[in-house]
């Protein structure tokens, strides 16, 4: 197992690790996390907790990327584990989030239903022996998603400060661009999609 793959795994590992800091009770085995008042917001540290496991996590995900494409040690393996690891990450943070009321549920919704869909049309085109290159509408999504992620973990801060809600713009951006980029791929791809399939 190379180093890249290596990379792909613990990515999955922090994943788990972060989902367990944020839902597990810790309170019934006597451990809490404190919440502190920092410049006249209270936070709760198991967020600040997450936040960096998910920025850790996130790192992850360009250097493996980065080493495989240098060392040119792109595998099958590799690739599975690392589209299993981005969804699992992603879709953890967003649900939790959700979940604890820090977003909206349609904004998980929404965006897992636009991945769920691109990866559909994305494995249609493979079937086909085409692939389905990256959109700029569709890195312009998840620029967004994970820097308005990254600040909900951290509390909008320091925006918040000035009350300017820049992690809940960023985040509802990215599903408005979730949407869009689901058309464009839809359209760029509809003639391997409806095309049916050479014998």
């Known amino acids: 197992m190379n180093t890249p793959t290596k990379l792909t795994l613990l990515r999955i590992i922090l994943t788990i690790v972060m989902i367990i800091v944020l839902i597990f009770p810790f309170y019934l085995i006597g451990i809490s996390f404190p919440e502190i008042l920092v410049a006249g917001v209270y936070i709760k ?7 960096v496991i998910f920025l850790i996590a996130s790192f992850t995900d360009f250097l493996d990327g980065y080493l495989a494409r240098k060392n040119n040690q792109v595998t099958d393996l590799g690739k599975m584990l690392d589209a299993i690891a981005d969804k699992v990450l992603v879709n953890s943070a967003l649900i939790i989030l959700s979940y604890k009321g ?3 549920v349609f904004v998980p919704v929404i965006i897992i239903f636009r991945d769920t869909v691109v990866d559909a049309i994305k494995m249609q085109a493979s079937s086909k022996g085409k692939v389905v290159a990256a959109i700029k509408s569709g890195k312009i999504k998840t620029a967004t998603m994970m820097t ?11 925006f918040e400060i000035w009350n300017i809600q820049v992690a809940e713009f960023l985040l509802y951006f990215a ?6 980029s689901m058309i464009e791929y839809f359209n760029l791809n509809k003639h391997l999609i409806l095309k049916p399939k050479e014998n």
């Open 148 to 158: 308005g992620l990254v600040l909900t973990f951290f509390y909008n801060l320091p």
């Open 45 to 51: 540290t198991e967020y600040i907790v997450g936040g």
């Open 175 to 180: 599903t408005i661009m979730s949407v869009i």
């Open 102 to 104: 820090f977003i909206p």
